[in-house]
């Protein structure tokens, strides 16, 4: 069974730090673009970081830039994102997602995968004192 598994969520206070990790099982990674999404209670999903396959290129939407990292082992299959500097307003849960290519607009309000064929089933992260 091809599948993607998130961990690493949990609590934090804000200006705290996590590493969620994305975890592929049934396929190999290392040919897919890989993006975290996020959505918050009551607002759509948004795609924060994306990877490409090689790990050569990453893109980052600016509500993050700088204080995410996104980086990937393809020898573990497994990608990560590196949050510093957490704010209450990256509460969500975060998604990780195989695709083909990685996307963004001119003004990175968004970081994402095209074709998304994998998703995984997400972790929380809360952000609070």
């Known amino acids: 069974q091809r599948q993607l598994v998130e961990s690493g969520g949990g609590l934090v206070q804000p200006g705290g730090s996590l590493r969620l990790s994305c975890a592929a099982s049934?396929?190999?990674?290392?040919?897919?673009?890989i993006a975290w999404f996020r959505q918050a209670p009551g607002k759509e999903r948004v795609g924060v970081s994306c990877?490409?396959?090689?790990?050569?290129?990453?893109n980052y939407a600016q509500s993050v830039k700088g204080r995410f990292t996104i980086s990937r082992d393809n020898a573990k299959n497994t990608v990560y994102l590196q949050m510093t500097s957490l704010e209450p307003e990256d509460t969500a849960v975060y998604y990780c997602?195989?695709?083909?290519?990685?996307?963004?607009?001119?003004?990175?309000?968004?970081?994402?995968?095209?074709?998304?064929?994998?998703w995984g089933q997400g972790t929380q992260v809360t952000v609070s004192s």
């Open positions: 049934g396929f190999t990674l290392d040919s897919n673009a």
């Open positions: 997602a195989a695709g083909n290519n990685c996307v963004t607009d001119v003004l990175n309000t968004y970081a994402a995968v095209t074709r998304a064929r994998y």
């Open positions: 990877i490409n396959s090689s790990g050569g290129r990453t």
